[in-house]
């Protein structure tokens, strides 16, 4: 109770406070929007990224950065779409797709960890990379006709009201949680993110946790592609294009450092609300597509932004303070 009390006065309490303003200017727009079956649309239209965005938290807490997990999902759905026009087993298809999410985990993170290539650098090549991949396999064309029951999955419920997608985030959700704030592992993410060099000395094996990282964010951004292609019953070589800045600004705006050590998935579970619910707000006001992309844009460098001047400002205070104290009289006796 204690540490949510703290968080509430933090940044995570701001978020809520945006949260509510959001949600309040919503419902005003539109009486249905509090209801059950648009919040579950509001998830589904979106659920592949805030997935990928729980993976991209411990990225940038780590103090790296992936950019090419969008064209990961777009490589990934372009295979398995391939695959399946070639009239290969569809089993064998989503077990290669998913393999090859895995090894463009694997090839960013052997340039970042062994070879000790910066992050932005790698995974910008690998962006284009990948990107260029699905392109070639799916030509100017686009690939569907995937089995039934694969759609279905995609599109349908599958307990309750809830779509197989929206299922898997809530458990990832409970286990992104489990591994980064109460696993030995998770406190390895942030003391790596804090100082390198100081893990290194204290006997973690950064290069091979590094890679793990990175294997996973490949691991999660292909099963996000195959969700993808589900949910729309087809893939093209752009599926995908334009999806990294809602996920960086989703992690970033829910208050985990750019330079890394700091933040928790709490922080990001509140920020994808606002991202979602702000994109909900804009449809209702018929505002364009570009124009959404733009306010997230700007919305991405306000989460930059605004936590560092706070803790400027919080800093300049405690400063002033220190300042005072010292500079009272010295009591006389």
Known sequence: MAKIAKALKGWEGFLSAVLVVIIFFNASLAPEYLQVHNWINLF??????IIVALIMTFII??????????????????????????????????VVALGVGVLAGLFNGFWISYVGLPSLVVTL????????????????????????WFNHLGQEA???????????FGVLVVLAIVVLQYSGFGRIVYVVGNNREVARFSGINVRRHKLI???????????????????????RGDTATGFELDIITMVLLGGVSIFGGSGSIYGVL????IVL???????LLNLTGHLQTGVI???????????????????????RQYQKQNLRPAPRG
Request: charged content about 10%.
């Open 61 to 94: 807490i780590n103090a790296e950065i992936d950019l090419s997990v969008a064209s990961t999902m777009g490589l990934t759905a372009a295979v398995l779409a391939w695959m399946n026009h070639a009239g290969q087993p569809f089993g064998l298809a989503l």
């Open 125 to 148: 090549a690998t962006m284009i990379m990948y990107r260029g991949g699905a392109r070639v396999f799916m030509e100017d064309k686009s690939f569907g006709d995937f089995p039934d």
């Open 158 to 168: 599958l307990v309750g009201p809830l779509p197989l997608a929206l299922i898997l």
């Open 44 to 49: 589904q239209l979106s659920i592949e990224k």
């Open 213 to 235: 990282l990175f294997t996973m964010s490949g691991a999660i951004a292909g099963l996000a592609g195959i969700l993808f292609a589900a949910r729309l019953g087809s893939v």
């Open 297 to 319: 844009g700007v919305l991405l460098i306000l989460s930059v932004l605004l936590p560092n001047l706070a803790a400027w400002t919080r800093n300049a205070l405690q400063r």
């Open 270 to 273: 509140l920020s994808i609300l």
């Open 277 to 283: 619910n702000l994109r909900n707000g804009m449809s």
